[in-house]
């Protein structure tokens, strides 16, 4: 028989899914195996074992065993280092955090280590406890994730005449062709919007400035509604779904302005 | 499964989409029910049926009932100025064997679930709006669960009726009843101290 290796690693519960009488099936990103999926036995019933731990997007400390790295991992113990008390006391917070994880997840392969989105989480979940949520830190989180995940938009060049991008001239955007060209290019049609450079240029920004400068960046209206169409477009489009937290966080900003 | 004969492994297929019930349980409710009396097999099914046929929501509160208002909003004795918000039926179930609460309800039959797409347009507010609308609440309680699904509800509802010119409150968080310090988790503790009362 196969002896269970046991590991200890960091994660963030990403979700939780109902399994048997009484056990859950975890998601986790960890830092040192990526996304992680995971057995709790008497999760759903035992309240001392696993009190309070599974809730999504806290940061939790990990021990758990499994035969082989294509095998469901079995859950010794979780413990919570941090539960993100500001975001969770704040729906607009609680609902970016569960953007955040939700991306996070349709944008990892199992069991793939990576280190960089890990931080991005931490970094994001962190500023997001401390600053006033705002369109930038979701637009910018976007961009990061997509960098880092292999799925950066083209945007700093016409993916055509590759001529660099302009002040004062008009882009579209191309989902599927994963990038933006120049108005001599794109040949739009009536009803494409135009996107100014100042947007692309924002995302650009975005995507490298330093952390701690996100919480100065205010998006005008303009800004807000472009590069969130663009990007939320250039998603839906790779991923070949739509995000379901984008769509609650949506209708509750209908009801509640 | 595979050496159950045919009506038995449909039975247990059955049974084991409840919630809760897993292909072992669900076999052994399937062999109970293979040797139970005809007469009491056909009680069940019945029920079931039955359940499914008579039962509707209250117009008023959404609770589960047979007429068009539930026994509760029926009740002149309750406080109709005062609206405890459940997620569903079982938690006003459970309020409800508590005893201790003598106002009425408003059952949202759903929580915010951001990951698996449940917003506010998945659940029953416009009943409760109409209610709180019409003039007569003085004050709502909000008793979603303590979790963050729970917790996001309650902070959506306070949004929406914070200008209305009613009471909110907010179920008490912390310490169970016979509780020892040493073996409760932080998150608990920590919600304990932030809801302290004075003596
Ligand atoms: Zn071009
Ligand atoms: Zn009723």
């Known amino acids: 028989m196969a002896v269970r290796e046991s590991y200890k690693t960091t994660g963030f519960v990403l979700r939780t899914l109902s399994y048997g009488e009484s056990d859950l099936i975890v998601t986790f ?3 040192d195996f990526g996304k992680l999926k995971g057995i709790a036995k008497g999760a759903k019933r035992s309240k001392k074992r696993f009190a309070n731990v599974f809730e ?7 021990i758990f065993t499994r035969k082989s790295r294509d095998m469901l991992a079995f859950i010794e113990s979780c413990d919570i280092i941090d539960h993100y008390h500001a975001i969770r006391q704040d729906m607009e917070k609680t609902l970016i955090a569960s953007y955040f994880i939700d991306l996070t997840d349709h944008f990892s ?12 989480l931490r970094d994001f979940l962190l500023m997001l406890g401390k600053e006033k949520a705002s369109d930038a830190t979701v637009r910018f989180f976007e961009m990061r994730l ?24 008009s882009y579209y955007f191309h989902a599927g062709e994963g990038g933006i060209k120049c108005s001599a290019c794109a040949q739009p049609q009536r009803y494409e919007q135009p996107i100014s450079a100042g947007t692309v240029r924002t995302l650009l920004l975005g995507k490298d400035m330093d952390i701690e400068k996100i919480k100065l960046i205010a998006l005008t ?6 590069s969130r169409s663009i990007l939320i477009g250039f998603i839906a489009h790779v991923l070949g779904r739509e995000v379901k937290s984008l769509k609650v966080m949506e209708q509750v900003r209908k009801l509640c302005t | 499964m595979k050496a159950y004969a045919q009506p038995i492994k449909k039975l247990i297929s059955e049974l084991g989409k409840l919630p809760g019930i897993g292909e072992k349980t669900a076999a052994r409710l399937a062999n109970y029910i293979l040797r139970s009396t005809e007469d009491d097999v056909k009680k069940l099914a019945e029920s079931i049926i039955e359940v499914k046929s008579k039962i509707k929501l209250c117009r008023i ?15 002149t004795t309750r406080d109709q100025e005062v609206i405890c918000v459940v997620e569903d039926p079982d938690a006003l179930a459970a309020i409800e064997e508590s005893g201790g609460f003598r106002g009425t309800y408003h059952v949202l039959h759903g929580v915010l679930a951001p990951l698996d797409g449940i917003g506010p347009d998945n659940l029953r507010l416009g009943e409760l709006v109409r209610r709180i609308n019409e003039g007569h609440v003085k004050e709502i309680i909000i008793a979603t669960n303590t979790n963050v699904q729970g917790e996001t509800t309650a902070l959506l509802l306070t949004r929406m009726f914070k200008e209305k010119n009613i009471k909110l409150t907010r179920i008490a968080m912390g310490m169970p009843m016979g509780g020892d310090l040493k073996y409760i988790d932080k998150m608990t503790i920590s919600k304990s101290l932030e809801f302290r009362r004075g003596m």
């Open chain 1, 29 to 31: 990103y960890s830092h």
């Open chain 1, 146 to 169: 997509l960098k880092l995940t292999g799925f950066e938009p083209a945007l700093e060049h016409c993916i055509v005449c590759k001529t660099p991008v302009t002040n004062g001239n």
């Open chain 1, 221 to 226: 209206d303009s800004l807000a509604a472009e």
């Open chain 2, 61 to 75: 509160c959404l609770n589960l009932t047979e007429e068009e208002t539930c026994h509760i909003c029926h009740d």
């Open chain 1, 109 to 120: 392969p199992e069991g793939k280590k990576n280190e960089k989105v890990f931080q991005l």
């Open chain 1, 56 to 62: 999504p997007f806290s940061l939790t400390n990990i």
